[in-house]
């Protein structure tokens, strides 16, 4: 992982201890307007949220926020916490809350008052820490926060983010640079405001992010703006300038040690390719461990050190796989990304774009054939993309939040963006096999084969590696609960499990009492009897695009050998469908005693636009149909 | 060794667990062999060591030694680089951990790692010993050298989940326990609390006058006297004003009742700081008398302020000190007052004992929140205090959940409105789940709760919420619904669930193994009547058929009956204990798998113009 932006956020934490309350500071009051605007269902509306954002000659940043919160409802509450990141190289100058209950009383908190906490939960250490300050808040109450921060950041930009959960009444930031410097703005998820005085802006009434399900990731719909701060004659940094800045980090760390070597040579033997066992050593045998200390947040450990130790974080491996690769006679290249699909917005080249690490892999046309995660590059050529992170993730192919975003693609000449692949639906499949009988009590029992490849292993994987032997059986147990309710399954198989890169395939036996339901003379059976596929129905006056599972393939062959005293008198009608985002074909037929249905199900796109909901629902709301209708024999 | 018998699949193995406490020279050694099984394993190659740095124990973690060794065999010292973490840190407090990790570990290393950890000398700390981890310990060894107490101290021992026959052993002036095999604590649902079923054993220090057998009387005796002095003789003027105009007892002992539950609990609001507690008054309460004075408490106060209340009007009214049984089971063995940290209240009401929850905020009256049911409790009166073995048992009567629902087929949908009724506990539960919240959070976290039990795409709309913010018995709320997902096709006939509330419930009793005890919070009962009309051109083909399961401590029954254009389906069912012993879980499963079967039989409906049928 890339070190996050040294940015604030709002934290729960123990309660601090407070001083005497003081006189509130003039901006408090004056952010507090006569009259509040309806503010709809929001938890709480900001009146004021600034930032005074000072650079030095010497290229020292000093930001001071201020920040006023009026608590709407209690969930708003969340908004008497601010916290605020540091590190060994930041410090925070001041720190002030302030609070007015509905009841009038005034409260005033120091930065004594604050707890620090270290930040991140994925790294062994980190020296990023966070200091938390909590003031009273209540319905009705109105909250304030202050701090002052100083720091040296590495590359001369900040980001202003504006938009929020919550509706914002006035945004301001203001930019102050040293003689001669100039500001360079760029607006993203935003149309751009011209600014009201030297270097600053101020937005009014800035609607609030709708808590919608499975909208877009908040980072690819929230408006904010990238300044670049430019000394005389520079320019705005260009994505090159941030692939060179990364590399002048990294490149350094690629030397290879002679136990480096040594495993290289004992990897790369053999007549197979080499780049497949260099690949699955730095993907499976070094821990992922994260030590993040000052510029460690960017650069990566000595590729010696990480091979010894074996362990270290998404930039130690993608540079020990470079390093083993380099000694092979191949010239991988770093892939900068964010794990979050559209977050990187190309118009604001920055390092907050990012937050970890891939390899592009130079392969020849003929091996491009067998991978999936291979982009044209016109001058490298084919270059297969690699997460040696991923664990999970079969070599060939790119993990699901990485495919169809962006990255920077870190070359010797510098760097450029970089559009990642989507796999097609053919990559991820489920296909179930089922062979089953019926009693005349109406049981049903047989076996059932379900075999997972692309990210649907990768996802059922990561669900059962967690558990031990027992646990696993009960979790497929539960889920084939989840379709039939009485059921049992026994000789569970799991086969393939620590083999990503093969199919994970998953056998039982199911019984299934009472599967059959006898209605006077009737006996209504569901020909699907596993799996359901569409989602749940979506809101059509929705704001947001709807965000989907992925791309992926289902196919179900089922088979019901039906007891030779009953007749068929009707079964489910055929259904087709085909639409951009879904298809979906199912048939039931019965012959020579057995009732057979198949289907097939492939869903073709990460994202549904607004004007495609309404085809969407229909589909969806056509297959819970298929999935509902029982065949009828008498 | 790539697996453990009896635990197919753990990713790691505890292969040598040493622990030694002195507390003569006031340090904690511990030493781990683990062995690496799967790549999930891996993660108990990263170690973080808490320890609180400050006053009073000014505590240090030293001597850290680690060491990999490689599944063929090789050692891969250990780099040192050992971090020290900043956990939490406040102004009077901090908590830091030291933090490491190994280098080459995979599938098959074994992992060691040693440490000391040392506090002020002359501080004496209770010894906990959780024996039982998440992976097997294959063998375990611990010894505790305790303070040389010379008749200042005495000292306990309990243990909880030891192999039959395995007890701390005195050896000259130490303890020790060997353990063998002892299995990893896997959850499951509906199991008792996890802090009860692991294995454990606690140490702790004690007055020099304590001794097993008069420990809890003597507790006793100190709970009475703290108790009885709060209640004191307060009370009289409140409950003088309160009953002006009152003649029926019954009615003023809700009154009383009423009025402490419109008081501040101060328990249940969030955590505040001194400046607050300093601007809004609050502090502890003295007296009964000092809490109805000034109209707020923490849980326990108000309990006791409702004691004196009650007495002061004539009432026959104690308070019972209760073990609650939400994290841990109560056990006399154990003696450490904290385990009887709840209160309730008992008030004889024309002749029969009432319990009372007054502390807990909007309990209706004779409801008392469940952990602090079925548990262990101290009768304090103004007489000698009694040990009760069981307060406030509850009964399947007294959390019930009512759901009716009057719908018609609309096309695919089935459409009109549903109304939800939680009674007694099943009301408290909602309430206390929201209790330091708004209305529009009462009215999202009922929505969210009865949409769950609809499937996909199901719209509601609440319509009415009563009940929620009162110590009513019940909370009523009334949706708009439309159901899509509900109504299927079966050739040319129609298919609807009856049982359209638990058309989306999952038998928690898939699985055909089970390991602990099945544990319900409380006892609980379900009522259900749907009225479903059916449209003109749809006529009644066939309805569900009687089901009357009769398991004990579980039962269930439906019944669907047709009218004219309509079928009106009732079921019933309900869960009677709250512990089941594992030798029974095959019923049990039978039984939920019993009731789904009965759930599922549909009403099949053909057209109006087909024959047959009525």
């Known amino acids: 992982m890339i070190r996050r932006f040294l940015g604030v956020a709002v934290v729960f934490a123990a309660l601090a201890p407070a001083t005497f309350a003081k006189d509130l500071p003039p901006w408090i009051r004056a952010a507090i307007p006569a009259e509040l605007p309806p503010a709809g269902e929001a938890h709480a509306i900001v009146l004021l949220d600034e930032t005074v954002f000072q650079v030095s000659a010497t290229r020292e940043v000093s930001t001071r926020h201020r920040r006023v919160v009026k608590v709407l409802t209690a969930a708003g509450r969340e908004e008497a916490y601010l916290g605020v990141a540091f590190d060994d190289e930041t410090k925070i100058r001041s720190l002030n809350g302030w609070s007015i209950d509905p009841a009038g009383h005034e409260y005033t908190f120091r930065e004594r008052d604050a707890v620090e906490t270290t930040v991140g939960d994925y790294e062994l250490y980190t020296d990023t820490r966070m200091k938390v300050l909590k003031v009273p808040a209540d319905i009705g109450s109105i909250v304030a926060f202050e701090y002052v ?12 983010h504006f938009q929020e959960n919550v509706p914002v009444l006035l945004a301001r930031y203001q930019v102050v640079v040293p003689p001669g410097w100039t500001c360079d703005t760029r607006w993203l998820n935003y149309k751009g405001v011209e600014p009201v005085g030297p270097n600053t802006w101020e937005i009014r009434s800035v609607p609030a992010l709708l808590d919608e399900p499975r909208r877009p990731s908040p980072l690819t719909l929230a408006g904010r703006a990238g300044f670049n701060f430019l000394s005389p004659n520079a320019k705005a940094l260009a994505w090159s300038d941030i692939a060179r800045w990364f590399a002048d980090l990294a490149l350094p760390r690629g030397a290879a040690t002679p136990q480096l070597q040594a495993k290289v040579r004992e990897l790369a033997t053999g007549d197979d390719d080499p780049m497949v066992p260099l690949a699955r050593f730095a993907q499976r045998d070094v821990r992922y461990i994260a030590v993040e200390i000052g510029i460690g947040g960017y650069q990566p450990h000595a590729a010696g050190e990480v091979f010894t130790n074996r362990f270290g974080d998404c930039k130690d491996k993608a540079t020990l796989l470079r390093t083993m690769l380099k000694e092979v006679g191949i010239d991988a290249h770093y892939v900068l990304v964010h794990a979050t699909r559209g977050a990187t917005d190309p118009t604001f080249p920055s390092m907050h774009a990012f937050n970890h690490v891939i390899v592009a892999i130079p392969v020849s046309a003929e091996k491009a054939k067998d991978v999936k995660a291979v982009i044209t590059h016109p001058k490298l050529g084919k270059l297969l993309l690699f997460d040696p992170t991923s664990t999970l993730t079969p070599f060939g192919q790119l993990p699901d939040s990485l495919q169809a975003s962006r990255g920077l693609l870190v070359t010797a000449d510098g760097g450029e963006m970089i559009e990642l692949p989507a796999h097609a639906p053919e990559v991820n499949q489920l296909h179930r096999v089922a062979k089953l009988q019926l009693d005349a009590k109406g049981t049903l029992s047989g076996t059932v084969e379900e075999a997972y490849s692309g990210n649907m292993a990768v ?18 147990e539960s889920g084939v609960a989840s379709h039939l309710t009485i059921s049992t399954a026994a000789n569970v198989s799991i086969e393939y499990l620590d083999e990503p890169e093969s199919d ?41 695009p709807y965000v989907t599972e992925g791309p992926s393939l289902h196919s179900d062959e089922i088979e019901i050998r039906m007891p030779s005293t009953v007749k068929l008198d009707e079964l489910p009608a055929k259904v087709e469908i085909k639409t951009p985002v879904v298809q979906y074909a199912s048939a039931s037929t019965f012959a020579d005693g057995v009732l057979r249905y198949q289907r097939r199900y492939s869903l073709h796109a990460y994202t549904v636009p607004l004007e495609s909901l309404a085809e969407l629902n229909g589909a969806w709301k056509q297959i819970l149909g298929d999935e509902r209708a029982s065949a009828v024999f008498k | 060794m790539n697996s453990v018998p009896g635990d197919a699949g753990t990713e790691a193995v505890i292969l040598n667990w040493v622990r030694i406490d002195d507390d003569t020279v006031s340090t904690s050694s511990e030493y781990y062999r683990i062995k690496i099984l799967t790549d999930e394993g891996k993660k108990y190659a990263e170690v973080e060591i808490p320890y609180v740095p400050g006053y009073p124990l000014y505590t240090q973690i030293t001597d850290v030694e680690a060491r990999t060794i490689r599944p063929d065999g090789t050692v891969v010292a250990f780099d040192a680089k050992v971090y020290d973490k900043v956990l939490f840190k406040a102004r009077r407090t901090a908590v830091r951990a030291k933090a490491f990790t190994f280098a080459d570990v995979q599938p098959g290393s074994i992992i060691e790692y040693r440490y000391i950890r040392r506090w002020t000398e002359h501080m004496l700390l209770d010894t906990h010993w959780s024996v039982q981890r998440d992976i097997p310990v294959l063998k375990s060894s611990f010894k505790l050298k305790p303070y040389p107490t010379e008749g200042q101290y005495g000292s306990f021992f309990t243990y909880l989940g030891l192999p039959a026959g395995k ?30 079923m692991r294995a454990r054993v606690n140490f702790f220090y004690t007055d020099s006058k304590i001794t097993m057998e008069n420990f809890w009387p003597l507790q006793s005796r100190k709970f009475a006297e703290q108790i009885e002095d709060f209640i004191g003789r307060g009370g009289k003027s409140e409950a003088t004003r309160l009953s002006q105009g009152v003649t029926d007892r019954n009615e003023l002992l809700h009154k009383l009742y009423a009025h402490i539950q419109s008081l501040r609990n101060l328990s249940f609001e969030e955590e ?14 003295r007296s009964a008398e000092d809490v109805l004075k000034k109209g707020s408490g923490y849980a326990i106060e108000l309990n006791r302020a409702f004691v004196a209340l009650a007495r002061s009007a004539g009432f026959e009214a104690d308070a019972i000190r209760v073990a609650p049984r939400d994290e841990y089971f109560f056990s006399d063995k154990l003696p450490n007052e904290r385990q009887m940290s709840g209160e309730i209240v008992v008030v004889t009401l024309d002749g029969k004992k009432v319990f009372l929850d007054p502390g807990t905020p909007k309990a209706p009256f004779g409801v008392v929140s469940w952990e602090k049911t079925a548990v262990p409790g101290i009768h304090v009166t103004k007489g000698k205090p009694s040990w009760m073995s069981t307060v406030a048992q509850p009964v399947a009567a007294d959390a019930i959940t009512r759901r009716s629902a009057d719908l018609r087929i609309e096309g695919d949908n089935l459409e009109g409105t549903i109304t939800i009724t939680f009674s007694g506990q099943e009301a408290l539960v909602r309430r206390l789940s929201t209790v330091d919240s708004d209305d529009a959070a009462r009215r999202k976290a009922i929505e969210d709760e009865v949409k769950e039990w609809f499937p996909a795409g199901a719209a509601l709309k609440l319509t009415s919420l009563k009940g929620h913010d009162t110590i009513e018995p019940s909370v009523t709320a ?36 089970r390991k602990h005890p099945i544990y319900f919070p409380y006892p609980s009962s379900e009522e259900d009547e749907v009225k479903l009309t059916v449209p003109a051109e749809l006529k009644i083909a066939t309805i569900p058929a009687l089901s009357d399961l009769n398991g004990g401590v579980l039962n269930y029954r439906s019944e669907t009956r047709r009218q004219e254009g309509t079928i009106t389906f009732k079921r019933s069912s ?5 512990m089941i012993e594992t030798k029974y879980y095959d019923a049990i499963r039978n039984f939920y798998n019993a009731v789904a079967s009965a759930d599922e039989q549909p009403l099949v409906l053909v057209s109006a113009t087909a024959g047959g049928g009525k």
Do not use: C, H
């Open chain 2, 574 to 578: 309900s869960i009677g204990v709250t």
């Open chain 2, 478 to 513: 009334t949706f708009d619904v439309t159901l899509p997902n509900l109504v299927s096709s079966a050739g040319s006939k129609t298919v609807v669930p009856v049982s359209i509330f638990t058309t989306q419930v999952k038998n928690p009793f898939a699985s055909t193994t």
């Open chain 2, 167 to 196: 007890v701390p052993k005195l050896m000259r002036d130490t303890y020790s326990l060997e353990l063998e095999n002892m299995p990893a604590l896997r959850a499951e649902q509906f199991m008792p609390p996890e802090n009860q």
């Open chain 1, 459 to 476: 996802d059922m994987r990561a669900r059962l590696l967690g558990l031990n032997a027992v646990e696993r059986i009960r979790s497929i």
């Open chain 2, 272 to 285: 505040k700081s001194e400046q607050e507690l300093k601007k809004e008054k609050i502090r502890d309460a």
């Open chain 1, 504 to 544: 994970l395939v998953i056998r039982y036996q199911l019984t299934a009492p009472n599967y059959a339901k006898r209605v006077a003379d009737m006996m209504l059976v569901r020909p699907r009897v596993l799996g359901q596929k569409a989602e749940t129905l979506v809101d059509p006056k929705r704001t947001y």
């Open chain 1, 149 to 160: 921060r100083n720091e040296r950041p590495y590359l001369m930009q900040s980001a202003w």
